[in-house]
């Protein structure tokens, strides 16, 4: 990881290279973002612009000549590039992780409200779409898929909201976390450990959650809000978790069953859960001041 760090600081053409290939490789697409953090944390939004403009024009021609068609590329910079490199600048300016979450949320709201300008009925519009992928698959699994398309088509728009804000955070954790292995060695750790998105960030999350339980008419948008609100307090609860596992100075494993949790099938959604409560109640709390003094006096 270092190495590719410090071959995208070599120069902007290196960064593009190095943009543009892992745009084109979906399992990969993080690194790109990350690619363009890294330059805009260290050299700031002009030298960011002027790598992402060449991987524009790279990409969109590779796109073009192997699949004849470069608007792929287009989206990719459009949505995930130019987010990350407005977050990475203020993070770059306010040296605040918890702003640059805030404003990387901000973006997901705004994929909500275009959603919802741009499409009349948007769980229509998500269950067409979903028709249509499923259109091809055997008859047997295409009988179960339509049972369940009613409840995922509602949960869409919110859905790729949290998507977005996740592609853009992760972006910049890892531009982040390169930043500091090659400039200041532990100080993504530091900073992550420390992350509290505020109570104020915290009572619009309660008031959001309980106009989406309420299911008001009229209030459709703000129900689609809610996944990337829970998502943000995921991540504290995540800094949470790491703080104090770093506090008690407790192995390793600890950190590795939580994540494992995460991604277990059964058990994914009452994890997740879990944390982002465990996240917003540490805006009041403080979790890791609690539990690190008490430690220490111990």
């Given amino acids: 990881m270092k190495f590719l760090a410090n071959y995208i600081m070599r120069g902007p053409l290196q960064a593009i290279l190095v943009i543009s290939v892992a745009a084109l490789l979906p399992p990969l697409g993080y690194f790109s973002g990350g690619a363009v953090g890294l330059v805009t944390l260290r050299l700031g939004p002009l030298a960011a612009f002027k790598v992402i403009g060449g991987a524009l024009v790279l990409t969109a021609l590779i796109g073009a000549l192997l699949a004849g068609n470069p608007s792929g590329p287009l989206l990719l910079g459009l949505g995930l590039w130019l987010p990350v490199m407005v977050v990475a600048y203020n993070l770059r300016r306010t040296v605040r992780l918890e ?17 919802h300008a741009a499409v009349p009925d948007p769980v229509a519009w998500w269950h067409k779409m979903l028709e249509r992928m499923v259109a091809d698959a055997p008859s047997g699994q295409s009988a179960a898929l339509h049972q369940v398309m009613g409840r995922i088509a509602h949960m869409m728009t919110g859905m790729f909201a949290a998507a977005i804000t996740f592609g853009i955070v992760i972006s910049l954790f890892l531009a982040r976390w390169w930043q500091a292995i090659l400039y200041n060695p532990g100080g993504f750790r ?37 996944p990337l609100l829970v998502l943000l307090q995921l991540l504290q609860g995540l800094a949470v978790v790491h703080g104090l596992v770093a506090e008690a100075g407790a192995n390793k494993a600890w950190l590795v069953a939580v994540y494992v949790l995460l991604v277990l099938p059964t058990v994914t959604t009452q994890a997740a859960l879990t944390l982002a409560v465990a996240g917003l109640v540490d805006n009041w709390m403080n979790f890791r001041m609690f539990f690190g003094n008490k430690g220490r006096k111990s």
């Fill in 190 to 226: 530091q900073e992550f450990y420390a992350l509290r998105l505020g109570k104020a960030f915290g009572i619009v999350t309660v008031a959001v959650a309980a106009v989406a339980l309420a299911a008001l008419p009229g209030t459709g948008a703000l129900r689609d809000v809610l």
């Fill in 99 to 115: 702003r640059s979450l805030l404003l990387a949320g901000l973006f997901g709201v705004i994929a909500v409200v275009g959603v």
